[in-house]
């Protein structure tokens, strides 16, 4: 049996989807289960004045309308729970005050989900209105520092930024910007909440089952030992499931009030409001080079917004720090506070538009230098973190871009803009760097091997849509000797052993190695049962003699001596063999997610705990070149190909791994040509509310897609040498797009998306 890592493995669950068997949050059907809508602000600043829910009580089917008045008092989190709550100083229905439109001001429960819309859209409400401010630029009075940003600086310099502008041969200096987006993930939030007793079970679309059962517990103030969160099956998160939300805590508490079970589901309209999103971000970025192209000061400034009820900092200058060689640098974050939800974690936050900007920027270099493109990378590249002085776990970015200028015909690009045509079309070629932290937290697993072949592996990590579920079977598969079909892995269950949240792309790279020691921990065992046994044809030979290999236990030297794993638990009269390991690694300074009680002897686990990380640098790179087409009479960009070159450490299914890639750029094609979230200025309401309205790519937009790998292990990060690669797809592809508009028709635009009425 080859090794099964890394090969195009298809999806263990990829059945149980296309048949509609994989149950997502909203399909569980507790007994007598009432359903439950959250009725919304129609403003967004003031106070609820009066609320008449008379006619919805009396509507038919109607349970119970909750209300500020009568809802249950939820408690504070403290804050060093599991989890993060998406709005800390808004717990709903606790107050009549309205900070955004679209906060939850009642939840109407009755016994069918129409039952209770139809009920919902007879609460009549009075506001006492403020005037709401939804706009940056006229708050830009109240721009303030923010402190931090998940334990990371926001205030960057190095060297004097002055100087190096000052001495520098070329300057540019521009200003970009990016609208407020919307994850929209196909699956709506959703929750089910059913008391037993004083035990609570809640079926959620989350990216984290520990950190919502820890913020549903201390909401309610129960033990997290009294609560059980399961989130079998995602349809795509993009960072709206990773904080928790409002209706998370309304399901179990509407529950608990009529005595039943009850489901909520966010409507799509809902999901434009109450769940976050981008923030918009105003960059200005100023670049100093010397005449050959040696940069000299890299400025990057940051202007977001935030609410009322929580801070959540769009860090899209944290990638600069590191991305080039540079001796002078000042990045920085500010913020405005506006009468919007909050913003939240979307879709690789911070780089992704961060290196729209730099990128972009770097391109308008180029242009200024009269430099390739490519060239201008490669003569500021960094072959350290400058800013920490740790050298990079691994880095093979020039191969990144020496492949990816192959894959896209670089050569036959044109540099002067306007210049290259295809019959009607202006075509135009654009790269850019791609960058995305290597995120690790502490994890933990368990393996078990049972009498009758199966095993069973378990983490209550979750599957966003990635592919969790099938590369922690390989990982699995591999460690044991055991074929896929014999192998379950179970996650999004908050009773598994404990693992971090699903964001941040940390899950492979967290998850995998705790997996893949508690099942060489099971071999192990197993081994050892064997050689210490005189029955057995592997008795007397030692641990490091013996492979595995289709469920066999296999001595190298003699590979007739053999015996299953079956036999051996047979003759020994054993029901499973088990192992269980947490992981306390962590490649970031936040809190763990490792459950420090079930530290197991694990001789896997111990070793890659030993590897010094201290003194590295843990980041993924790549490379992205698109090639558009412009028809110039409208105005109309299509992305034509878009090529990339990633370095991710080891690749642990090309599969689903390319999945990742291309699903990043598609997201980075709607940033660059047509995703945006529009405010009215005159009531401060979300206008776009649907997907017909807020525009994401669809087939007839995709172009072709030529992903490759590095595929390298790196030797730092883990034993299995992978780093995620859930959002690196993301970043500088957005660039690389709006550099081939600019490469194709001479226009630059800076402010996103590069809409037609921006090109005609
Ligand atoms: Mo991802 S936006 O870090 O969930």
């Not at 196909?186 to 809640?202: F, K, Q, R, S, Y």
């Not at 430099?371 to 590249?381: A, F, G, H, S, T």
């Not at 995709?702 to 690669?725: H, L, N, T, W």
Request: aromatic share 6%.
């Amino acid at each position: 049996m080859s090794e099964l890592t890394g090969q195009p493995v298809n999806r263990t669950d990829g059945r149980l989807k296309v048949t509609g068997a994989a149950t997502y949050a909203a399909e569980f059907k507790p007994q007598n289960m009432a359903h439950a809508v959250t009725v919304q602000s129609t403003v967004s600043r003031g106070h609820v004045s009066k609320i008449d829910t008379k006619a919805a009580e009396k509507a038919p089917g109607v349970i119970l309308v909750i209300t500020s008045k009568n809802a249950l008092m939820l408690h504070q989190p403290d804050g060093n729970g599991d989890g993060r709550l998406g709005e800390k100083d808004l717990l709903p229905l606790q107050s009549d005050r309205i900070h955004y439109d679209g906060q939850h001001i009642a939840v109407v429960v009755a016994e069918t989900f129409e039952q209770a819309e139809y009920a919902a859209s007879l609460i009549k409400v009075d506001y006492d209105l403020s005037r709401p401010e939804i706009d940056i630029e006229r708050s830009i009075a109240h721009l303030y520092e923010p402190k931090q940003s998940m334990g990371r600086e926001l205030q960057i310099h190095r060297g004097d930024i002055n100087k190096g502008l000052a001495e520098a041969g070329v300057k540019i200096s521009e200003t970009y910007s990016t609208p407020v987006y919307h994850h929209n993930p196909m699956e709506p939030h959703a929750t089910i909440a059913e008391w037993n007793g004083d035990e609570l079970t809640v079926y959620d679309a989350t990216q984290g089952v520990m950190g919502t059962r820890g913020n549903i517990a201390q909401l309610l103030g129960i033990s997290p030992e009294k609560v059980k969160v399961i989130s079998l099956f995602l349809g795509g998160g993009f960072g709206c499931k990773g904080f928790m939300w409002g209706h998370t805590v309304l399901a179990p508490m509407a529950a608990k009030m009529i005595g039943r079970p009850v489901k909520i589901v966010l409507s799509r309209q809902q999901m434009f409001t109450c769940n976050g999103h981008r923030s918009r971000t105003i960059q200005k970025i100023a670049l100093g080079a010397t005449k050959d192209g040696k940069l000299t000061a890299v400025q990057h400034n940051t202007i977001g917004e935030t609410s009322f009820v929580d801070e959540f900092v769009e860090t899209a200058g944290i990638a600069t720090q590191l991305l080039y060689s540079t001796p002078n640098l000042e990045v920085t974050h500010k913020l405005v506070r506006l009468n919007k939800g909050t913003p939240t974690p979307t879709r690789a936050p911070g780089e992704a538009p961060g290196t729209y900007a730099l990128e972009a920027a770097m391109d308008e270099l180029a242009y200024k230098l009269n430099i390739d493109p490519v060239q201008l990378r490669l003569i500021n590249y960094a072959e350290v973190n400058e800013q920490n002085h740790k050298p990079w776990s691994s880095k093979n970015l020039r191969e990144c871009y020496q492949r990816g200028a192959e894959l896209i015909g670089w050569n036959d690009r044109r540099a002067e803009p306007g210049t290259q045509r295809q019959g009607k079309y202006l075509v135009g070629y654009g790269m850019a760097t791609c960058t995305y932290p290597a995120n690790r937290s502490p994890a933990s697993a368990r393996v078990k091997m049972m009498a009758d072949g199966r095993v069973l592996a378990y983490s209550a990590t979750q599957d966003i849509g990635t592919g969790t579920y099938t590369i922690m079977t390989q990982t699995v598969a591999d460690a044991l000797g055991i074929p896929l079909s014999k192998i379950t892995f179970r996650l999004g269950d908050s009773t598994l052993p404990k693992a971090p949240n699903s964001g941040g792309s940390q899950s492979a790279a967290s998850v995998g190695p705790a997996v893949r020691a508690a099942a060489l921990g099971v071999r192990s065992k197993a081994i050892k049962l064997a050689t210490s046994d005189k029955i057995s044809p592997l008795y007397g030979y030692s641990e490091e003699d013996i492979y595995v290999d289709n469920g066999l236990l296999i001595v190298k030297p003699d590979p007739v001596r053999a015996e299953s794993y079956l036999h051996l638990m047979k003759r020994h009269k054993l029901d499973f063999i088990e192992d269980e390991v947490t992981t306390q690694v962590s490649t970031r300074e936040t809190k763990g997610g490792g459950d420090d009680k079930k530290k197991a002897e694990n001789e896997a686990s111990k070793a890659d705990e030993a590897i010094d990380r201290k003194q590295y640098h843990f980041q993924s790179f790549g490379a992205v070149f698109v090639r558009v087409l412009v028809d110039p009479a409208i105005g109309k960009a299509h992305v034509d190909k878009c090529a990339a070159v990633i370095d991710a450490g080891r690749i642990m299914n090309m599969k689903t791994a390319k999945n990742q890639i291309m699903g990043g750029m598609i997201f980075a094609l709607g940033m660059a040509l047509m995703e945006e979230t529009a405010y009215d200025p005159n009531n401060a309401r979300v206008v776009t509310r649907d997907l017909a309205q807020y525009l994401v790519p669809v087939n007839a937009d995709m172009p072709q897609f030529e992903v490759q790998f590095i595929d390298k292990p790196d030797p730092y990060i883990s034993p299995i040498g992978a780093r995620g690669i859930g959002e690196i797809g993301i970043t500088g592809t957005t660039a690389a797009i709006v550099n081939a508009i600019y490469n194709a028709t001479g226009r630059r635009v800076r402010d996103l998306p590069v809409t037609p009425d921006k090109l005609i």
